[in-house]
């Protein structure tokens, strides 16, 4: 009964959203706006929404599936979260350089789980890039990946590959701030691959697909597929891998922290209590400590998402707290069902493999 008249006092800020939105498009696509071109090809991943999508690791499967194919990756990422400012190298393609307080835990996930890609965060993707094309001259990347850069349109891409949550209200989605959309569900046709993920109804996930054919779009379903949890530190390894059902105290703070309590049930993991912060909210040793204490009261084992914990590694005792308490986290990776054959094609054909 609350949210309807903060719906209503929403909307006129939503309808302005919306209108600067598509003028920033316009302007774009009448060329009164040119976007920079870098002499690699790029391929963005981003969505229509504010908020978690399936991003970061699908990012993640891009970067491995180049590597692969044996090419020099660079990723550029806003680096969400991050103490720093302006262009910050992460990984040099040899060494990580920044920790996740420096870097945004999302960006220094990346990095540390390819230590073959270079990453840079910057907030403004053009200036990264140009920062990589100068920093690596006599050994520039084959491609560039630019994270959540859909709205990005300052820098030219040769693929935009596009995020839908099928967990979202799709049919009844607004702008923001009312809602959690970027800009009009139309835009979509923009995208050269949209990807439907975070499928919880069949049904839903059907009429979805259907209507976001009229894009003319090809639609290809992802999943997240769990890979299980991991330690953080080797004494900890008895309490998670025994084969034993955990009884868990899960604490996570990301976007869709719902969505991480399913994920660890179907590890078997019996999720007894949970706490949940915002997303890229600093971890403080107050909070830590609470969560170590409670976590002992109740008997119970500490589990976090693998973003969770890259973000409590930036404090080095945050860190020494959560593996004297045996902490692990979730390991998750990006799958597509079907479809993954012509997402590696259009992948291959971009870079000429």
Known sequence: MHKRPLSILLRPLGLLYGLIAEIR????????????????????IGNITA???????????????FLSLGCRVAIISRGYGRLTKGV?????????????REAGDETAMLAANNPEAIVVAAEKRKEGARFIQKTFENFPPDV???????QHRQMARDLDIVIVSASEPFFKARMLPEGRLREPLRNLARADIILLGKITDPDEADAIEHA???????VL???????????VTDCSEESANTGVQLQALAFAGIAAPEEFLASLRRTGTDVRAHRFFRDHQPYTTETVRSLIR???????????????????????????????AGCSYLK????????EEKLRMALRDLVGR
Request: proline letters at 8%; a negative charge; one cysteine or more.
């Open 25 to 44: 498009n316009t302007l774009f696509e009448t060329a009164l706006l040119t976007p920079w071109r870098p002499p690699c090809p790029v391929v963005s």
């Open 51 to 65: 908020g978690g999508t399936g991003k970061t690791p699908m990012v993640d499967w891009t970067t491995k599936y």
């Open 88 to 100: 910050q190298m992460v990984s040099d393609g040899r060494h990580l350089l920044l920790s996740a």
């Open 144 to 150: 560039i990946i630019l994270d959540d850069a859909f």
């Open 212 to 218: 976001l054919t009229a894009t003319g779009r090809p």
């Open 221 to 231: 379903r992802t999943r997240v597929h769990t890979l299980g949890l991991e330690p």
């Open 294 to 324: 409670e976590a002992k009261e109740k008997g119970l084992s500490l589990v976090t998402t693998e973003k969770d914990w890259f973000r409590l590694l930036g404090d080095p005792q945050l860190k020494e707290l959560m593996e004297h």
């Open 332 to 339: 998750i990776e990006t799958r597509l069902p079907e479809g």
